[in-house]
């Protein structure tokens, strides 16, 4: 059973960065893909971006090109985004999640993490 442990939210002022950590366990991550979601009061979940975790090969979603950095240190299990630039629009809470097989739903979510950007 994989489980996924978001840290790292928090609050912070429009303009500052944080970054947050999911570190995962109950399995060798070998292969499959991990990816960082958001979900905002009143708004479906989305993606921010994602990573393979074999090759690192990475994707972000437009609307956090040049603003974010996703990262894993396959040593640890952890995988990393760092948010630079942050709006108070990007406050929402954020999940992390993991998929076995390159296409498809992801299977396992973490608890999720509040981040909040203040004006």
């Known amino acids: 059973q994989v489980q996924l442990v978001e840290s790292g939210g928090g609050l912070v002022q429009a303009g500052g960065s944080l970054r947050l950590s999911c570190a995962a366990s109950g399995r060798t991550f070998s292969g499959g893909r991990m990816g960082w979601f958001r979900q905002a009061p009143g708004k479906e979940r989305e993606i921010v971006a994602a990573?393979?975790?074999?090759?690192?090969?990475?994707i972000i979603a437009a609307s956090m090109k040049g603003r974010v950095t996703i990262s894993r240190d396959n040593a640890k299990n952890t995988m990393y985004l760092q948010m630079n630039g942050l709006r108070p629009e990007d406050t929402a809470v954020y999940y992390c999640a993991f998929r076995s097989n390159p296409v498809g739903p992801y299977n396992y979510w973490g608890q999720g993490t509040q981040v909040t950007v203040s004006s």
């Open positions: 990573i393979n975790w074999s090759d690192g090969t990475t």
